[in-house]
């Protein structure tokens, strides 16, 4: 599974670096990993988005070694890779329509006169794509440039100001949607922020009067439990997952002992994978950590 997370990644990396050496029609806006809700119980998630006037194209990024045999009726492709057969479960062309359907429909909404298009990318050149029908949309990450040269320049659909609306207006739904975590989708270094277990109020770091009991030397208000505060700050702020050795630096504590009671005891479920000292605790982006961040910069 992670296997497949790193292939997939570096698989828009690649595709990235086509994409780069291509000169779209200016204004241009690329967008990658896009997340948009049309409803509270669903969400998709583009891998690349181009947005010019003329065009909002869709990359379905696939990074995939081996062969990709199509299969109809349910369409599916079945993947041979060093004389196994695996089933791939996730039509790529299932995805491209659900997504490309999901985004017309959040256009429609907010008003703007375009429509969706794109296709499945295949960003390793060498993967064999067999039986694959004639009218799908499927290119090879490299010929993106040609593709893209080719295309005839299309009447401009969006105004300037409509152009740069919707480029806003997708941004803003992205924040909205999945703001965390927080330092990365703001630029701010992790290493900054300030580490122990902090005052809600005043961001001092509090003293543990007894064993159950911390203060703040600030504001003298009391503290049971500033650890799961201090976790939901980690998840808003930093990651979805925490190690044992990460909370141990991150809340300045000795022993790895007393780390793992505080993940354990957390109150909200976390995710536990991975074994014995490579243990992660995961958090699920779906619920918002807490309503408020408690951390700020050492720097303040
Ligand atoms: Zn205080």
Redesign the pocket.
């Known amino acids: 599974m992670l296997y497949q997370k790193s292939a997939g990644y570096a698989g828009e990396i690649r595709v990235d670096k086509y994409l780069e050496s291509i000169e779209f029609p200016e204004p241009v806006k690329i967008l990658t990993d896009v997340e948009l809700s049309i409803n509270p119980k669903s969400a998709i998630q583009i891998d690349t988005l181009i947005l010019t006037r003329s065009y909002a194209f869709i990359l379905e990024i696939k990074n995939i070694a081996g062969t990709l045999i199509y299969i109809p009726n349910p369409p599916h492709f079945v993947r041979i890779h060093e004389n196994k057969k695996t089933i791939v479960i996730d039509c790529p062309i299932m995805q491209l329509e659900n997504n490309k359907t999901t985004l017309d429909i959040w256009l429609e909404r907010n008003k703007f006169p375009m429509r969706s298009t794109g296709m499945i990318v295949m960003a390793n050149g060498k993967t064999d794509v067999q039986d694959a029908p004639a009218d799908m949309p499927i290119i090879y990450g490299k010929h993106l440039p040609l593709h893209f040269r080719k295309m005839e320049p299309e009447k401009p659909l969006l105004t300037k100001q409509q152009f740069y609306e919707l480029c806003d207006k997708l941004q803003q739904d992205q924040q909205r949607y999945n703001p965390f975590p927080l330092c990365e989708k703001n630029g701010i270094n992790p290493a900054q922020l300030r580490k122990g277990i902090i005052?809600?109020?005043?961001s001092?770091n509090l003293i543990r009067a007894n064993h159950q009991r911390w203060t703040?030397p600030?504001?003298?208000?009391k503290f049971k439990q500033p650890y799961h505060d201090g976790l939901q700050d980690w998840f808003m702020l930093i990651k979805n997952n925490i190690s044992n050795e990460e909370c141990r630096d991150f809340f300045q504590m000795k022993d790895k002992y007393a780390a793992n009671y505080i993940l354990n005891q957390f109150p909200s479920k976390l995710k536990r994978e991975g074994k014995a000292k490579a243990t992660i605790y995961k958090w699920d982006y779906k619920q918002p950590p807490a309503n408020k961040i408690k951390r700020s910069t050492s720097k303040t």
């Open positions: 005052c809600n109020d005043c001092v703040c600030a504001c003298k208000k």
